[in-house]
């Protein structure tokens, strides 16, 4: 029994530890303030990000953060109650910031704050964090965590940067990027390897229509794909056909991903046509090919 367990461990072992030893798994937090909200619409709102994947959403409206696509699903990752009075509490500092800027500025009406700030982790390792904000789309304030200081990218932003370092401190800040933020993540990670970690290989399909009667478009589409990275290219007799256009998808509702490229072809080419695609749900690449005879 030994041997045969140490053998399999051996072949395994090495696979699957550097696949998910060099994997980075991060922590990112969107908000958005908005001075003058729509009737009914909330005025702060926040959303929490495993990798690409949304995992919860709170908004000043319902005063809840709530759990997300597969994360609905899981139990005791987080006290949503808890973590609804953290974001209330931060909202009121976000729009009360929004506030003191517009007062910066002198502008009155419809402004807006967005906020993003997140962690990363490489090898369970340390692996970098940033926080950052945006006035009016136009960037405005930034965290170095070298020096530890917040770093104005516009001359209002000097008031900000005095407030929130003589109000609060910027070690406490520096620390919960590096420290607390990371140690979040792994927790979090213990619910979330699955939705993360997952490899759902793309379906492949071409499609061909001609155009102006003497250029024929073939579409090759990959679906229903995770995670994001994937690699495709058109052959004809093995060379490479440069591609028309190309294009990707966002993250569908179920999670998935979906990219596509364009060739264009004499329309009395008969083909054959090769579509290639590489992700790393597969052995190996893909290949799905066009000929006129279909
Ligand atoms: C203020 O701007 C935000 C963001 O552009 C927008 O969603 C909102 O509807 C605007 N408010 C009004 C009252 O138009
Ligand atoms: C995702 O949704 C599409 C349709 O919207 C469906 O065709 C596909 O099978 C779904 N993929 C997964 C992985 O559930």
């Known amino acids: ?17 550097q696949d998910t030893q060099n994997r980075p798994y991060s922590l990112t937090y969107h908000s958005n303030g908005v001075s003058k909200p729509k009737e009914g619409f909330p005025s702060f709102q926040a959303t929490g990000y495993l990798n ?6 709170y908004d000043s409206e319902t005063e809840k953060a709530e759990p997300l696509g597969p994360w609905k699903q899981v139990e005791g990752m987080e006290d949503w109650e808890e973590l609804s009075k953290f974001q209330k509490a931060r909202g009121d500092f976000f729009l009360k910031n929004l ?13 807006t704050f967005k906020g993003t700030f997140g962690c990363e982790i490489r090898n369970d390792n340390y692996g970098g964090a940033f926080w950052k904000y945006a006035y009016d789309g136009q960037d405005y304030i930034k965290f170095n965590t070298e020096i530890p200081a917040w770093i104005p990218l516009q001359p209002e932003a000097v008031n900000t940067k005095v407030k929130w370092e003589t109000e609060g401190s910027v070690q406490a800040s520096k620390n919960y990027l590096e420290k607390e933020c990371p140690d979040m993540l792994r927790s979090y990670l213990q619910y979330s390897r699955p939705f993360l970690d997952r490899q759902d290989p793309p379906s492949v399909s071409i499609t061909s229509h001609v155009t102006l009667g003497l250029i024929r478009t073939l579409k090759c589409v990959a679906d ?23 294009g990707e998808g966002p993250l569908s509702e179920n999670g998935t991903y ?32 066009w000929n006129k005879s279909q």
């Not at 029994?1 to 530890?17: I, K, T």
């Not at 690409?52 to 959403?57: L, P, R």
């Open 99 to 111: 506030k003191d800027i517009m007062g910066y500025y002198k502008d009155t009406g419809n402004h």
């Open 52 to 57: 690409d994947q949304a995992f919860f959403h």
């Open 224 to 246: 229903n794909f995770y995670p994001k990275p994937i690699s495709m290219y058109w052959t004809q007799a093995d060379s490479v056909v440069v591609a028309e256009t190309w």
């Open 258 to 289: 979906q990219s596509w490229e364009v060739v264009k072809i004499p329309s009395l080419s008969r083909g054959p046509y090769s579509c290639h695609v590489q992700h790393s749900s597969l052995a190996q690449p893909l290949t799905v090919t």
């Open 1 to 17: 029994m030994v041997p045969v367990l140490l053998s399999l461990l051996l072949v395994v072992g090495p696979a699957v530890a």
